[in-house]
């Protein structure tokens, strides 16, 4: 049988996206403020949870759609529209993070806690809530075991995609996961233990 | 519940709203940068190429055939006198509808990008404008544009919304032009070496067909492929082309269908918006 997966809400998603993406391969760039609205909570969510930070992870998703925007019609999008996005968010983010490793001599990833320069405001504090379950464990982990992990469930990107997004052959990927992934259970584990 | 679910379902559980400051920013942005296009406004159209009525029509057939299949300007010597008249008759038509089904079925390489498919049909004419719809069975979402009016209409049923937006400015008042039409695509497709495939019936109706190898695809990957034309015996219009081959492992099959003039109802290039619809976006 042909492919039925069009018949369920991320297959009419999908169908939503490849119009979205044909029109902007065809240098429409008014679509861009449906990509955005549709996409704007997963990337900021996975930016922020990449940077710890809300208010660069907000900045980190308007310099993607900035360059969007600039590189409409300029070049053809194929696949998927979410995963292409999220990986240009982790690609931002990941810059970021390096440039702030080379300012402070640390990276963003090893500030102990939500950094924000200034008093948080509702949104920071609700997603610091969100976060703090999870907080210590993705604290804990290198960044690119972190981005592994997010790209995978924010980013919806499958380990070959995640590879190729880092550089790195797959089998590098799946063991980033993996180590990411039991540090994490060991963290929630003695947590529920306690 | 295995280590590994449990632990994507807590990280998928983050969500993070955007701030209002966010999103001004960025629809903003979107906005100045349309503004200047419009100025811009690029005299991109090539309305010298195309001077029949079908000219107004082929704003969708180019989604589909530009856009999801594209077409590849492949030159070479015509097919048969009788095939080769059919283009020529297409132009002749105000009003069509165009669906294409693309189906992908045995994807062996489970971790590579995605391409499941997905049906589209396509309403155009130069009296009643032009719609699109997205969705197999169910409409997943509908796009109108009238053919006095500037504006894109879409219509998503399965979350009650609609959004009416202008037109991209390169697109305004001559958006048809943008796009390649049918007559093209088949007058390219019998272009290729073909053999007969004698008459049969399609749902009812006495057609006859060609088939050729290596039909156009304009770079879309496809090994093996087998493409069908089958025409009407009774109008010698088009009302059915299959493509079939191979890609990434898998077989994919790519159906259009065709339906001509009086067939296509003037009612279906209407919105008709319920009113418990509410706008997509503020």
Redesign the interface.
Same mark, same amino acid.
Do not use: C
């Given at each position: 049988?042909?492919?039925s997966?069009?018949?369920n809400e991320s297959?009419?998603s999908?169908?939503?996206d490849?119009?979205l993406i044909?029109r902007f391969?065809?240098?429409?760039?008014?679509v861009?403020?449906?990509i955005?609205?549709k996409y704007?909570?997963d990337l900021?969510?996975l930016a922020?949870?990449l940077l710890m930070d809300?208010r660069v992870?907000?900045d980190v998703?308007?310099d993607v759609? +900035?360059s969007f /925007?600039?590189s409409a019609g300029r070049f053809r999008l194929?696949?998927?529209l979410k995963?292409y996005l999220a990986t240009c968010v982790a690609n931002r983010a990941r810059n970021v993070n390096k440039a702030g490793r080379r300012r402070h001599g640390a990276a963003l990833d090893e500030v102990p806690d939500v950094a924000c320069p200034e008093p948080s405001?509702e949104?920071v504090a609700?997603?610091a809530e969100? +976060?703090g379950? /999870?907080n210590a464990g993705l604290l804990e982990l290198p960044y690119e075991q972190r981005e592994v992990?997010?790209l995978?469930?924010?980013g919806g990107l499958?380990?070959?995609?995640i590879a190729k997004a880092q550089g790195v052959s797959?089998n590098t990927v799946q063991g980033r996961?993996r180590y990411?992934?039991?540090k994490?259970?060991a963290l929630?584990d003695s947590e529920a233990n306690e | 519940m295995k280590p590994e679910r449990r632990i994507d379902k807590c990280i998928s559980q983050l969500h993070l709203k955007t701030g209002g400051d966010l999103d001004e920013r960025v629809h903003r942005d979107i906005d100045r940068a349309l503004v200047e296009t419009k100025t811009i406004n690029h005299p991109m159209m090539r309305r010298t190429i195309m001077t029949s009525p079908i000219t107004k029509l082929a704003v969708a057939a180019a989604v589909v055939l530009a856009g999801l299949i594209g077409l590849n300007v492949i030159e070479s010597p015509g097919g048969g006198v009788a095939w080769a008249q059919i283009p020529g008759r297409i132009e002749a038509i105000d009003t069509f509808m165009f669906r294409l089904t693309i189906g992908v079925r045995g994807q062996q390489d489970a971790d590579a990008a995605g391409e499941p498919g997905g049906q589209w049909t396509f309403y155009l004419s130069e009296r009643y404008g032009f719609r699109m719809d997205i969705g197999t069975g169910e409409v997943v979402a509908s796009w109108y544009v009238p053919p006095e009016e500037d504006t894109l209409t879409m219509v998503i049923p399965g979350e009650k919304k609609w959004s009416q937006t202008p037109l991209p400015p390169e697109q305004r008042g001559k958006m048809p032009e943008e796009y390649k039409d049918p007559a093209d695509y088949i007058e390219r497709f019998l272009a290729r070496p073909y053999k007969e495939l004698g008459r049969s019936v399609i749902d009812g109706v006495e057609v006859e067909g060609i088939e050729v190898t290596d039909p156009p695809t304009d770079g879309e990957k496809l090994e093996n492929g087998v493409g069908r034309l089958w025409v009407d015996v009774a109008t010698e219009l088009p009302i059915r082309i299959e493509i079939e081959g191979t890609a990434d492992g898998a077989a994919v099959r790519w159906l259009m269908e065709f339906k001509w003039s009086e067939a296509v109802a003037p009612a279906l290039f209407e919105p008709n918006i319920p009113d418990d619809y509410t706008p997509l976006m503020p």
């Open positions: 049988m042909y492919d997966r069009l018949f297959g009419r999908m169908l939503e490849k119009w044909l391969n065809r240098g429409d760039r008014s861009l403020h449906r955005y609205d704007k909570d900021v969510t922020a949870a809300v992870a907000e998703v308007h759609f +900035l /925007l600039g194929t696949g998927s995963g405001p949104q609700i997603f969100q +976060l379950r /999870l992990l997010l995978r469930s924010h499958r380990f070959a995609a797959i996961y990411a992934i039991e994490l259970r929630l | -």
